[in-house]
């Protein structure tokens, strides 16, 4: 069962069930929320500390990047990647894994998300983007979802973040997948985990 878990040519086929399967709710489900959440494995890594000047351990592990639905929790997409790469490149496609089966309406992400080509992508998709902004932030006349985002989060605030924190539904499907599964994985194999 391992050896088949880790075949590489499984990848597709488990992303392909994960959006069969959220189907049934098509018609109730037009927001959406993304985040990505580490899981860890029974592998170690060995790494030289300067501060301290001594080795230690460090537990290996992973990220799985998920889009989920804020009304029913259902998962559209997933993707998984390695503990060192940014969350913010998998916004996109996630996003156009959804949007193949559901109409978007609102897309909602933490600050790692926050980028020019990811507001423009929800917005491409007739969704409004609310992903909030850092104090450093300003707007752009040539973008224009952007730029519309920024005035929204700047001018309508509480109304902004009502609409943000439909983003905790994300929070609780991982909540609900690590209570029922765990937190960890035990392959050993980077393609099996």
């Not at 050896?3 to 590489?8: G, K, S, V």
């Not at 390695?82 to 109409?103: I, R």
């Not at 020019?116 to 300003?138: C, M, Q, W, Y």
Request: hydrophobic share 40%; charged share 25%; aromatic share 14%.
């Amino acid at each position: 069962m391992s050896r088949y878990l880790a075949d590489p040519a499984l990848t597709n086929i488990f992303k392909d069930l994960v959006s069969v399967s959220s189907l049934p709710p098509k018609a109730v489900e037009t927001d959406f929320a993304v985040d990505a959440s580490g899981f860890s494995t029974s592998r170690f890594v060995r790494w030289y500390d300067k501060k301290y000047g001594k080795a230690t351990h460090k537990r290996e592990w992973f990220k799985a990047h998920l889009i989920c639905g804020v009304r029913t929790n259902i998962v559209t997409g997933v993707d998984i990647s390695g503990s060192t790469v940014h969350d913010g490149y998998f916004f996109v496609p996630l996003l156009k894994q959804t949007a193949e089966n559901f109409a978007i309406s609102e897309v909602s992400a933490d600050k790692a998300y926050l980028s020019h080509k990811n507001a423009d992508a929800v917005e491409r998709l007739g969704g409004t983007p609310f992903i909030p902004f850092k104090s450093s932030n300003i707007a752009r006349i040539e973008d224009f979802a952007w730029t519309k985002m920024y005035h929204y989060f700047m001018f309508n605030r509480e109304t902004f973040l009502e609409h943000y924190h439909k983003r905790s539904n994300v929070e609780s499907v991982f909540s609900m997948v690590k209570g029922k599964f765990g937190d960890s994985v035990r392959s050993k194999s980077e393609m099996g985990r």
